[in-house]
């Protein structure tokens, strides 16, 4: 069976078609828009509560970075995803365990863990 390579070629133009996928993303674009909102405001609100906690702590500003790198790993795992029993607890330890091999303090990646995300130790 032989291959029609033009066929192929005008199934590829006819789907990319740009006037085509414009009218797509013009009509979701409201949608997408107010979505990306709601996450860039819930993404900021979880790192000014990292900030505070660390400024409570005590912690460096120098080692804000790391800090906060850890929140928006944990903050991934818990949004947008529905993870049951006690498997969350689980996850957020492996990290705090991959950020405490990385030189942070692990009391500060807990208490991140249970303050800001409400997620508790591993049973």
Not at 6 to 34: E, N
Not at 52 to 58: S, V
């Amino acid at each position: 069976m032989a291959v029609d390579t033009q066929q192929r070629v005008r199934h590829w133009d006819k789907k990319y078609d740009t006037a085509r996928v414009k009218g797509t993303l013009d009509a979701m674009r409201g949608r997408m828009l107010a979505h990306y909102e709601a996450a860039v405001t819930n993404l900021c609100r979880m790192e000014t509560e990292v900030k505070q906690t660390l400024d409570g702590i005590g912690v460096q500003t120098i080692l804000y970075v790391p800090y906060l790198n850890y929140g928006r790993q944990l903050y991934k795992l818990s949004h947008g995803r529905s993870i049951s029993g006690g498997s969350p607890a689980i996850a957020a330890q492996v990290l705090l365990n991959k950020w405490a091999s990385r030189g942070l303090d692990p009391a500060v990646l807990a208490k991140i863990r249970e303050d800001v995300f409400s997620i508790p130790p591993p049973a």
